[in-house]
């Protein structure tokens, strides 16, 4: 699948897998949010240099493996 063909079906909204060398799978999703957390991630990504996009990962995983270290609730 090439670069054209990815952005495609990224344009239809569809999950798309890629397969890269180093075994590393990735996903692209949608994802809605309201307008005010927009402007904060906007405004902390200015605020530290980094893209809406770099923000949004770093804090995903960094949650999640905040997450994959606490025993689970029962």
Known sequence: MDKH???AHRANWEVIFLYL???LIIA????DFPAWV?????REA???G???????KV???ERLKE???SPLAV
């Open 5 to 7: 063909q990815i952005m």
């Open 21 to 23: 060398s180093c075994d």
């Open 28 to 31: 692209f999703i949608n994802v």
């Open 38 to 42: 927009v402007d904060s991630l906007d």
């Open 46 to 48: 200015a605020r530290i």
């Open 50 to 56: 980094v893209t809406r996009q770099s923000i949004i």
């Open 59 to 61: 804090w995903l995983v």
């Open 67 to 69: 997450e994959a270290k």
